[in-house]
């Protein structure tokens, strides 16, 4: 998995340029808009979990369109390791420079260091529960269907959204980002457990 985990990068390394320069450009125009020299955090999440989903419809499209999916499914290799995979060098080459960019900003803005740990934290357990719960989205359709799926896991993507929000608003303390990151990791469970086996089944059925 780990083998299919880095061609997978590298065959798709565009996405990554082409979702650091998106967010570098929006951060400046943010940064421009605002009266303070602060950036507004609230938006700043907004805009890493649209950039996380903005290219998600196409996380099957190619292997789809090859025959790769078909190719996995005549030789039984484990459709589970494959969405896996998929769904990980998909957060790796757009939701992950996004943290570590929104790392630097946090801490150039000197933000409480708990309250940084707990939003960098949030913000990675939240996209990579975005991105598992878009690869349900998309195999309950067809691959090639074109559907707006932003605005499809957005509404689903709210509590571990609000959650993270939070950490912009409150301080914290040890015991409360020990009960942040329980609830949020039990969330992604929930939804890791549930695309485990719905997105395996679904893309079974398009063959």
Known sequence: ?????????????KEFWAVSSIFIFAIFML?????????NMSQLLVLCFLLS???LNNLF????????????????????YYMMAKCISYWLRTSFPLIVMTSFLIWIEN????????FIIG???????????????????????KVSLPLLILPFSIPSFLLT????SATFDIMQILWFVLVLFGLFCITFGAALIATPFLLRQLF
Do not use: H
């Open 165 to 168: 929000l939070s950490t912009t």
């Open 61 to 80: 499209l190619s292997d789809f369109e090859d025959g790769t999916l078909e190719w996995l499914l005549s030789q039984q290799i484990s459709l589970e």
């Open 1 to 13: 998995m780990i083998t299919f985990i880095f061609q997978d990068l590298y065959q798709r390394k």
């Open 31 to 39: 940064s421009l808009g605002e009266s303070s020299d602060k950036v």
């Open 123 to 145: 913000l990675g357990i939240a996209t990579l529960n975005l991105v598992f719960l878009g690869s349900t989205l998309i195999a309950q359709g067809k691959i090639t269907d």
């Open 111 to 118: 933000w409480p260091l708990l309250n940084g740990i707990a």
């Open 53 to 55: 989903a903005l290219n």
